[in-house]
């Protein structure tokens, strides 16, 4: 992990983006090249989960034009609608299970 003086950090902003997927291949340059658009620039790699960006403080006022939220640190699927999907998985084989016993005990 990147250590910082009180200089790196003046006029800085920083953020870490996280997935609950790689962020990989085109995946990552398009992350890097949306990121860019908004002055973020990337700072570290931590894994293909997670990268840490800065930007200088005076980029904020082009915030009001910004495409997408500057500040999201989340891209790609949402943790409840990873959660739903786990689920959901969860419940379907539970019910061809319980239909397949049913099936096999009544048959």
Do not use: H
Not at 75 to 101: E, H, K, Q, Y
């Amino acid at each position: 992990m990147t250590t910082y003086t009180q200089n790196d950090l003046e006029g800085w902003e920083f953020k870490i983006v996280r997935s609950n997927g790689k962020i990989i291949g085109d995946k990552f340059q398009e992350l890097i090249a949306e990121e860019a658009k908004n002055g973020w620039e990337q700072v570290e790699k931590f894994d293909d989960y997670r990268i840490r960006f800065k930007r200088r403080i005076e980029k904020r006022q082009q915030d009001s034009c910004a495409e997408i939220d500057p500040y999201r640190t989340q891209v790609g699927i949402s943790d409840a609608r990873l959660v739903f999907m786990i689920f959901g998985g969860v419940f379907a084989f539970v019910a061809i299970l319980v239909g397949i016993i049913i099936l096999t005990t009544t048959g």
